[in-house]
C-alpha cells in the first residue's frame, strides 16, 4: 500500500516542522533525504527540481502520488486528510486564525531571514563576514522572538503550550526555530514563555522523535 514520503534534511527548520506534525498525528511516512550541502545541495538537483521546483525541503508525497510543497500547506493538509488523528488546529475559528498567526509569525516572518540561501547569498554574493552574517540572524531572530514572546505572555489562549494544553501547528513551528537560534548561539533568555513553552514541547516523544540528532540522515 503507497505510503506518505516526506523529502527532508535533519537540520531544515521547515523539514523539522513536519516531522513533529507527522509524529503527533501518528502517521507512518518513508523518509527521502535531500542533503541541502552535499554535492553541491542535492536539492539543485534535476531530479529533485522535478518534485520541488523550488528545490526546497520539505515536499511530500501523498499516497496518491500527489506532491506537496510548503511545510504549513503540508500540516494543515494532515490535518484535514487525516482527521481522526489528533488535531493540529482548534476546533473554533477563533482558535483556528490565533493558531496560524503565531506559525505565520515564525514561518512567514523569521525563518525567510536566517534560512541556509539567505545566509549563503549573504556571505557568498554580498561579502558579508561571518561576524556580520551571526549579526543579521540575531537582529531577526530578536525581532521576531520578542513579538511572539509578547503575544504568548499577554494572550489569555497561552496554555502549556503555544495555545491551550495540546501540541498545535505553532509549536510545531515554534520548537525547530529555537533550535536554530541556539545553534547559531542567540541569546534566549528574554523569552521565557518561549522557553517554558518549548521545554514542555520537547519532553514530548512526538518532538524528540523529530529533532535533527534523531534522524538517520544526520549521522550521515
Not at 186 to 192: G, Q, S, T, V
Not at 207 to 216: E, I, L, N, V
Amino acid at each position: 500500500m503507497p505510503m506518505l514520503t516526506l523529502y527532508t534534511y535533519f537540520r531544515s527548520s521547515a523539514a523539522f516542522r513536519v516531522r513533529i506534525a507527522l509524529a503527533l498525528k501518528g502517521l507512518p511516512h518513508d523518509s527521502a533525504f535531500i542533503h541541502l550541502v552535499r554535492d553541491g545541495g542535492q536539492h539543485r538537483s534535476a531530479a529533485y527540481q522535478a518534485i520541488n521546483p523550488q528545490q526546497l525541503v520539505p515536499a511530500l508525497r501523498t499516497e496518491d502520488g500527489s506532491v506537496l510543497t510548503q511545510s504549513l500547506a503540508i500540516m494543515e493538509y494532515l490535518d484535514e486528510a487525516y482527521p481522526d488523528a489528533p488535531a493540529l488546529l482548534p476546533a473554533d475559528a477563533l482558535g483556528r486564525a490565533r493558531v496560524r498567526a503565531l506559525a505565520q509569525a515564525v514561518a512567514c516572518e523569521v525563518h525567510p531571514l536566517n534560512n541556509l540561501r539567505v545566509l549563503h547569498y549573504l556571505t557568498q554574493h554580498l561579502g558579508v563576514s561571518e561576524a556580520q552574517k551571526t549579526a543579521w540572524y540575531h537582529h531577526w531572530v530578536r525581532e521576531g522572538l520578542g513579538a511572539i514572546e509578547t503575544m504568548l505572555t499577554q494572550e489569555g489562549a497561552t496554555g502549556r503550550f503555544c495555545h491551550g494544553d495540546t501540541p498545535t501547528l505553532a509549536d510545531c513551528c515554534l520548537v525547530p526555530q529555537v533550535f536554530n537560534a541556539r545553534r547559531f548561539a542567540c541569546p534566549l533568555e528574554d523569552y521565557p514563555t518561549i522557553g517554558r513553552i518549548v521545554q514542555a514541547c520537547e519532553a514530548l516523544p512526538a518532538f524528540a522523535q523529530a529533532a535533527p540528532a534523531q534522524q538517520p540522515d544526520a549521522a550521515a
